[in-house]
């Protein structure tokens, strides 16, 4: 039911603190706030990448120990999110990519689905290549067999591991970001 | 067209996620922003405990938020009659961009969804869409929140909503849920003729 449908509906106007305070003069103007903001991001960047290889030595070891356990498979979870949803802002889209499939096969595997380790090795190895020079800054249309590849093996975990691409990434013109 | 600004400074704003890398990278853009008072807390336990001592200006809430959940939270924070954060702005992270969380999150008294991964342009035109317009809140026996019959016609400062992404090279969001523009028209029931 919508709230004009409803006759038991109260309607009224709250400004908020947040609206007025945001709104008072001497703020920042978008594209300097943008600016300033990717700023501060840069200067993470550094300490990310300790990071990044701290947590995925630490997803590799949890992931590993499969035992399709609700707490496994909620550690493993947490962890693939935490690097899926900040790769791409820090520039690692090919891991966060595959870190977003490692969380739908998770999420299969809590709803039931088969703890299938080959599927599960598949996707850790993938992300342990994504962070190799090569591939670190890719896109996953750029390595189009890998990202095809691990969706077939999240979709259905019982099938075949994708191969990993044994040469280079293939040479695109764009770069990240562009 | 008006160029506006946000000021941010001296607002209380509460980052609600489980994970402290993401809740840095929030933190970063927050200070870029020019806000200067940012909290943070891992579990809906802490958020509690923190409405419970403070009155807070906005709440960036993970939808996973252990151990109940950023929706439920959500939900809670507007239903309780008695507490003075009742009408806090609450913006709600996700990586589920699927149609039904995101009106889920809408239904439990939501003002914006924001789609992890996010990038400082989308969580600024989030900010500035709740700081510019004003929306009255509805009390029904079955909902308490923003008005949901709300269109959004175009983020308030004078540019392409977009047009800043490229622009500090940030990635493009991947994975199969909605895109952002999609999670935002589920927002606008369109209030039309």
Redesign the interface.
């Known amino acids: 039911m919508t709230e004009s449908a409803n006759p038991e509906a109260r309607i009224f106007v709250v400004e908020t603190q947040f609206q007025k305070m945001a709104r008072r003069a001497g703020g920042i103007a978008r594209e300097q706030a943008i600016e300033k903001a990717q700023a501060e991001i840069d200067q993470i960047k550094p300490e990310f990448d300790d990071w990044l290889d701290r947590e995925l030595r630490d997803l590799i070891a949890n992931a590993r120990t499969g035992d399709g356990t609700a707490d496994w498979i909620a550690t493993t979870n947490f962890r693939s999110r935490q690097l899926r949803d900040t790769g791409t802002t820090m520039g690692y889209e090919l891991l966060s990519f595959i870190a977003d499939s490692f969380c739908d096969l998770l999420d299969s595997i809590a709803d039931g689905g088969e703890c299938n380790m080959d599927a599960i090795v598949c996707h850790t190895d993938a992300m342990m290549l994504s962070l190799q020079d090569a591939y670190r800054h890719l896109r996953p249309d750029q390595v189009p067999e890998l990202t095809k590849g691990l969706q077939r093996v999240a979709k259905r975990p019982g099938t075949q591991s994708p191969p990993l691409p044994a040469g280079p990434p293939q040479e695109t013109s764009r770069r990240n970001g562009d | 067209m008006a160029?506006?600004?946000?000021?941010?400074?001296?607002?209380v704003i509460l980052i609600a996620d489980?994970?402290s890398?993401?809740s840095?990278?929030i933190h970063?853009?927050?200070?870029?922003?020019?806000a200067n008072k940012i909290l943070e807390v891992r579990s809906s336990n802490g958020v509690l405990r923190i409405l419970t001592n403070q009155?807070i200006?906005?709440l960036i809430c993970d939808a996973?938020l252990p151990p109940h959940g950023g929706l439920r939270l959500t939900r809670a924070i507007r239903r309780k009659e008695d507490n003075e954060n009742r009408?806090?702005?609450i913006l709600i992270m996700t990586?589920d961009g699927r149609e039904g969380t995101v009106k889920l999150a809408r239904d439990t008294g939501a003002n914006m969804v924001i789609s992890?991964?996010?990038?400082?342009?989308s969580?600024?035109?989030r900010?500035?869409w709740?700081?510019?317009h004003?929306r009255?809140?509805?009390?029904?026996?079955?909902?308490f929140g923003p008005?949901?019959?709300f269109k959004i016609e175009g983020y308030p400062?004078g540019?392409g909503r977009r047009?800043?992404d490229?622009?500090?090279?940030?990635?493009?969001?991947?994975?199969p849920a909605l895109a952002q523009d999609d999670i935002d028209s589920l927002f606008s029931?369109a209030r039309t003729g």
Do not use: C, I, Q
């Open positions: 160029r506006f600004t946000m000021n941010l400074r001296d607002l489980p994970s890398y993401m840095l990278l970063g853009m927050l200070r870029g922003f020019g009155k200006d906005l996973r009408t806090v702005p990586s992890k991964p996010m990038s400082p342009a969580l600024y035109d900010l500035a709740t700081a510019f004003s009255p809140f509805v009390d029904t026996p079955n909902y008005d949901r019959r400062l540019v047009k800043g490229k622009a500090v090279e940030v990635g493009k969001e991947v994975g029931a």
